[in-house]
């Protein structure tokens, strides 16, 4: 199916994970053990068979671009279409656009040059498995302008907090959108339009001097369009901060947050070729996700960790997310932590964070 | 095509007979090995670390998932614009055809490869072990004694020389005689299959090897001696380190239980010598609260809820509840129960074991190790209740 093409929107993200995101963009923050957060949302695509993705991305896209290549990983990689990366570069003299639509007026060949006449827009913080194929199918069958992706939320976290709500009627159509903490319906912040209808959209926001696509183009003007909304049910959780990262990556120990994002729809992200886990005779592990590459001769519990961690005997880790490549040495003890990359932690150490407010190591520390 | 000054050819042909139901419809170099690997993934991950980026791969027997799992090579960076990996079963040919006969044979038929890369060299594999090399380390010890042919060579214990090929040789190493497994071996320098020949002086024998109807066309027991009558140079070079012949299931099953002490003698873990592999990209392992996991390797998309000891999980493995699995290796995908036993064993991919399963536990010849074949559900179901 070639009628969609996707884009994946990282401008208005907000990089709120302090350490983790000095000097990456959240798209790039590592997740459940050996993922990206923006592994998740091309997988989605991948999926769905789109024939050219765009990623509009303005800051701190170094380990980003490290990260995805020329897209193999996804199979994006193709001769027609595929994964197109495109940070800021606008020469554009008689430019006058602000904010995301920037991106949109700068790469309108991007546009142009695709086949497809349908596009599906998301951003990289609502971490979910959504079937685009079938939001596509809604969108054709509703025959609606613009159809959203949202996510029914019975228990409402703090990270809700700044997502978009819709109202929906009982035959499938956006009524009012605002943001009341209250209220379930929580946008995914995906959605589905025509690339002619969106066009004309870019065009006539950068005419009225607006800076964001989604906000001012669809939701100030809703009454203009048809909104049809999907309803998605799958996993779902929002990182937009550093106490969501942290209870969101803990929260994959529970069975059915494991197999909800994993068992149905593989996952796909950048190959490492490290070797499997190794756990040595005085390892005891429970409640843990591991990738692979460790060395483990310590304990382990409630923890996530990621790929070539090397964790030594009489170590103790506990709630915490260690990431890439980290060195725990003999003895040290480590509790409500969250580790970036590289990190060397030595021997008898202690580093204690709050069950709430984690404690956070700067990549490549040594300690 | 451009010239090369190395080509290697690796020898994956085999049927791997003593491997028994692992290699029912599986060539032996595909065969799982080490939680991820496939035991080709070693001389292809040396080659690649070595610098060669020119291999022929010879397939035969049962190449379906060699073919495929190869594929472009680009897994082990051996998706070139020039040279490459390059899959050669037989094929059909003017004068008639027929499959490869012997090793130096399927060498012998693909003349026209090796000669379009114009080599001054020409490397020569087989899938049957497990170790890392450096055959460029090896490429330039057959240069500084500018040998016609150089054998890598390991020392063995003199009690076990009798399995191998022996090479006896002078003092410096030069080669006079070879002993294809013999009664009373005269050295322990054994055969590691692993040859650089001068593709000149190679072509040439060949080409007479493959005029003679009555010999076997193999390496060891035509072509070297063929080279010695006809008093060419050839050096054994002394390699040290870890190197396994994986050729039968007991030896499959020891060469994985190396892997498993705090120090294994095979380190897969470093970086500048990496085993490349394809990847199944699964999630990572979760290991359940009240699972037990010591002294073992545990591959990526594995769920452990049971106890895994000394024991080797290829990806996608899972292990219920209550189930205790020792000295074992669990092949992709294996599907394990609650409470089930199984101890000394090796369970070949997508095996489902049943709860309450015991498999190798209280038997008589505990030296056995028992393959679970998944592709015989009788048989295995048989072989489970009857232990």
Known sequence: MKELMGVINLDHELDKLNELTYFRCGAAVPFASRYRLIDFVLSNMMRAELESVGLFVRRKYRSLMDHLGDGKSWDMNRKHGGLFILPPDWNDPTDTSLGDLQHFHNNLDFFKRAAAPYIVFSGSQHINNADLQDVFRYHLEKGADVTMVYKRVEQLQPEHDLCLRVEVDETGTVTNMHHEKDYPNVYLDIFIMEKKLFLEQVEYCIAHGESFFFRDAIQKHRQKFNIAAYEYTGYHAVINSLESYYKNSLDLLKQENYYGLFKENPVQTKIKYEAPTRYLDSAEVSNSLVANGCIIAGTVENSIIFRGVQVRKGAKITNSVIMQKCVIEENAVIENVIMDKDVHLSKERILVGDSKRPFVIAKSSKI | ?387
């Open chain 2, 1 to 387: 095509m451009k010239k090369k000054e190395m080509v290697a050819m690796l020898l994956a042909g085999g049927q791997g007979k003593r491997l028994k139901g692992l290699t029912k419809s599986l060539a032996k170099p595909a065969v799982y090995f080490g939680g991820t690997y496939r035991i080709i993934d070693f001389p292809l991950s040396n080659c690649s670390n070595s610098g060669i980026d020119t291999v022929g791969v010879l397939t035969q027997y049962e190449p379906l998932v060699l073919h495929s799992y190869i594929g472009v090579g680009g897994d082990w960076d051996l998706n070139r614009k020039n040279g490459g990996v390059f899959v050669l079963p037989p094929h059909e040919r003017e004068n008639g055809s027929s499959w490869y006969l012997g090793t130096a044979d399927a060498i012998y038929r693909n003349l026209k490869f090796v000669d379009q890369f114009d080599p001054e060299h020409v490397l020569i594999l087989s899938g049957d072990h497990i170790y890392k090399m450096d055959y460029n380390a090896m490429l330039r010890y057959h240069k500084q004694h500018d040998a016609d042919c150089t054998i890598s060579v390991i020392d063995v214990p003199l009690e076990e020389a009798s399995r191998f090929g022996i090479l006896n040789t002078d003092e410096d190493l030069r080669i006079y005689e070879f002993e294809e497994k013999p009664a009373r071996p005269k050295s322990t320098l054994a055969s590691m299959g692993v040859y650089i020949f001068k593709w000149e002086v190679l072509r040439k024998h060949l080409l007479t090897d493959g005029e003679n109807e009555s010999s076997s066309h193999d390496f060891g027991k035509d072509i070297i001696p063929l080279m010695l009558e006809d008093g060419n140079s050839l050096y054994a070079y002394p390699f040290k380190g870890y190197w396994r012949d994986v050729g039968t299931v007991t030896s499959l099953w020891e060469a994985n239980m190396d892997l498993l002490s705090d120090e294994p003698p095979l380190n897969l873990n470093d970086p500048n010598w990496r085993i490349f592999t394809r990847n199944p990209n699964a999630p990572a392992q979760y290991v359940a609260p009240g699972a037990r996991v010591s002294s073992c390797i545990i591959n990526e998309g594995c769920t452990v809820y049971g106890e895994v000891k000394h024991s080797v999980l290829f990806y996608g493995v899972e292990v219920g509840e209550g189930s205790v699995i020792t000295d074992s290796v669990i092949m992709p995908k294996v599907k394990i129960g609650k409470n089930v036993r199984i101890h000394k064993a090796i369970i070949s991919e997508n095996t489902v074991i049943e709860d309450y399963m015991e498999i190798g536990v209280e038997r008589e010849n505990e030296d056995e190790i028992l393959l679970i074949d998944n592709r015989n559900k009788k048989r295995k179901s048989a072989a489970a209740k009857s232990i």
